[in-house]
């Protein structure tokens, strides 16, 4: 099976900066697509960033110049870098990623728990 965990969430003032964190983890053999969704409560689930096995990124334009996202291949981590925090940046952060685990040939999309961001005013 795979895993995948997040980590660095927490309360944040508007203007303040956080760092979430997300190691994958199991029986691996590769990791294409990697990337970070969050979901607002009574919204959908949006895609904020996302970073490709080349290290090309994309992102919302809602954070674009305000989020880093980044990848250790190495660890099989993914972080998203948040900066000038705003208050509707608030929202559950799921980590994503597309896995192809060891002995198959297909990726499988694979999601964390989630980590809870709050932006306060």
């Known amino acids: 099976q795979v895993q995948l965990v997040e980590s660095g969430g927490g309360l944040v003032q508007a203007g303040g900066s956080l760092r979430l964190s997300c190691v994958a983890s199991?029986?691996?053999?590769?990791?294409?697509?990697m990337g970070w969704y969050r979901q607002a409560p009574g919204k959908q689930r949006e895609l904020v960033a996302a970073?490709?096995?080349?290290?090309?990124?994309n992102y919302a334009d809602s954070v674009k110049g305000r989020f880093t996202i980044s990848r250790d291949n190495a660890k099989n981590m993914v972080y998203l870098q948040m900066a000038s925090l705003k208050p509707e940046d608030t929202a559950v952060y799921y980590c994503?990623?597309?896995?192809?685990?060891?002995?198959?040939?297909?990726?499988?999309?694979?999601w964390g728990q989630g980590t809870r961001v709050h932006v306060s005013s």
């Open positions: 994503n990623a597309r896995v192809r685990r060891t002995g198959e040939s297909m990726y499988r999309v694979y």
């Open positions: 199991g029986s691996i053999f590769s990791i294409s697509t």
């Open positions: 970073i490709p096995s080349d290290g090309s990124t």
